[in-house]
């Protein structure tokens, strides 16, 4: 067997999911179906650390939630009504289960255990400085580098967390768990999500709501930019640590990596992707038959370009939900049908259209190519291919899985050389402008944005101490990403 993504290698993959309970009997299943509900943020690890106020105990595996964490015997052994967990997707080297978090560390005040979502852009500086001190690491994450500033740091389990916090660029959304308590806390930036929920007295800290809508906890609001938030018996504690800064929240999250069922940023990201495809239609609709998305990350925004361009929407690609992300090792044959595995052309709604497809991104551009081929194949008498984001041309620094630049399609051609590479008749992106307005803004104010959208502009909104912006994350070579 082989974990790999042979059938969908040219999407970015969002790489980690957080989810943490304070005061719940049942603190380990929550946090379980949390999880599940975050599976889309990373599908290779998951782990569990709860504590029953004495001890931690902890189940970390490689594999999706469902596969490791339904079973009575695991549940039962994690005991106590705190609990954290944490999904991922790695994107670097062999997936070990050393690097699975969340990651615990005995300190002087006690056990702590921390998850993280994000990427620390001077974590290879970090890193060798603390080497350089002695500090030995058991993982090969960035996010084991704030366990070792956290010990060299003083004070009690906040004090030292925000203290070694203060030494990390980047972007981190982190959930942590002490003896008595849940600790959540934001980047200044806010780049990653994390959101506030109750349940019948405990509360919760997540990466998004479906984790909370999945177990019935009612939405409080969102963990802000640079807060850190303490969970404990006394209710919720906010704290504002760092120098405020202006808000760069990943605009990627509402196209693409957020479930369209969940609320970031204050948004409905369902009702955001079809604002986005709306504004696609307004800027770039052709004459043509049907609309058909690409399933499923293609379909709200499919669904407000065809209302939009009153055009009728088609499923005319369907998906099939049941290809494993793990999958045994197949024949060059069949690696070579891969695509046709997760997609197929459905030729009633094809057959004599002019089609306009709609996807949310392009990334290398061979998914695309082979989706296209098919559709002509079904008999789409032409292919219009409309993109609900802006072309791909820059690495993320920031915890999404990028390949190099020079990989990316977007930095290999102009809009007219990649209509050429995959093969449609035309090929238009919705403009960045275009994006923004459909967040509700007048257009991207380029002296203050309000997202971080480098990957469409190369507007790094943080340092990139580590990284080599025009190619991949240096760090990346010698460290994972959460
Ligand atoms: Fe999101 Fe792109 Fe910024 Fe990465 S570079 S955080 S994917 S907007």
Not at 76 to 86: E, F, P, Q, S
């Amino acid at each position: 067997m082989i974990t790999t993504h042979p059938f969908d290698d040219d999407k970015l993959r969002e790489e980690c999911g957080l989810f943490g309970i304070y005061g719940h009997p049942d603190a380990a299943a929550h946090t379980a179906l949390g999880l599940h509900a975050l599976q889309h943020r990373g599908q290779e690890a998951a782990g569990i650390v709860t504590t029953d106020g004495v001890h931690f105990h902890s189940h970390h595996s490689m594999g999706q939630v469902g596969d490791n964490f339904a079973s009575e015997a695991v549940i039962n052994r994690l005991r106590g009504r705190l609990a954290i967990g944490h999904v991922r997707y790695s994107t670097t080297g062999e997936t070990i289960l050393r690097n699975v978090q969340p990651l615990y560390a005995d300190f002087e005040f006690g056990g702590f255990a921390i998850g993280h979502n994000g990427n620390l852009t001077n974590a290879l500086t970090l890193r060798k400085e603390l080497v350089a001190k002695g500090c030995l690491f058991q993982s090969t994450t960035d996010t084991e580098i704030i366990n070792h500033l956290m010990a060299m740091a003083h004070g009690d389990v906040v004090d030292r967390l925000t203290e070694a916090l203060h030494e990390v660029e980047g972007a981190y959304s982190l959930v942590g768990v002490a003896r008595d308590k849940i600790i959540g806390v934001r980047d200044p930036l806010g780049v990653r999500p994390l959101v506030l929920g109750r349940l019948e007295g405990a509360h919760i800290v997540t990466s998004e709501t479906c984790a909370l809508d999945i177990i019935g906890a009612q939405f409080l609001r969102e963990v802000e930019p640079g807060e850190l938030v303490v969970l404990d018996a006394a209710g919720i504690h906010s704290f504002h640590p760092f120098p405020k800064m202006r808000q760069r929240f990943c605009i990627f999250e509402l196209i693409y990596f957020a479930r369209p069922d969940s609320i970031v940023e204050g948004t409905a990201v369902y009702q955001a992707r079809k604002r986005i495809g709306a504004e696609l239609a307004r800027e770039s609709h052709c004459p043509a038959d049907v609309v058909v998305p690409v399933p499923d990350s293609g379909v709200p925004a499919a669904i407000g370009y065809a209302a939009e361009a009153k055009v009728p929407f088609e499923l005319g690609i369907i998906r099939n939900h049941y290809v494993g992300r793990t999958f045994i090792e197949p024949t060059d044959h069949i690696r070579h049908l891969g695509v046709r595995l997760k997609h197929n052309a459905n030729i009633s709604s094809l057959k004599g259209k002019r089609v306009v497809m709609v996807d949310d991104s392009i990334v290398r551009g061979t998914t695309s190519k082979k989706i296209v081929e098919m559709v002509r194949r079904a008999g789409a008498t032409e292919v219009h291919m409309r993109i609900s984001s802006p072309p791909t041309t820059h690495s993320c620094f920031y915890g999404i899985d990028t390949p190099e630049r020079q990989k990316l399609l977007a930095y290999q051609y102009d809009v007219a050389g990649m209509a050429k590479f995959i093969g449609v008749d035309s090929l238009a992106f919705v403009s960045i402008d275009g994006l923004y307005r459909a967040m509700g803004l007048p257009g991207r104010d380029p002296r203050a944005p309000r997202f971080c959208d480098a990957c469409f502009t190369g507007d790094y909104p943080t340092p990139l101490t580590d990284s080599a912006e025009g190619g991949a994350p240096t760090q990346l070579s010698l460290l994972e990403t959460a």
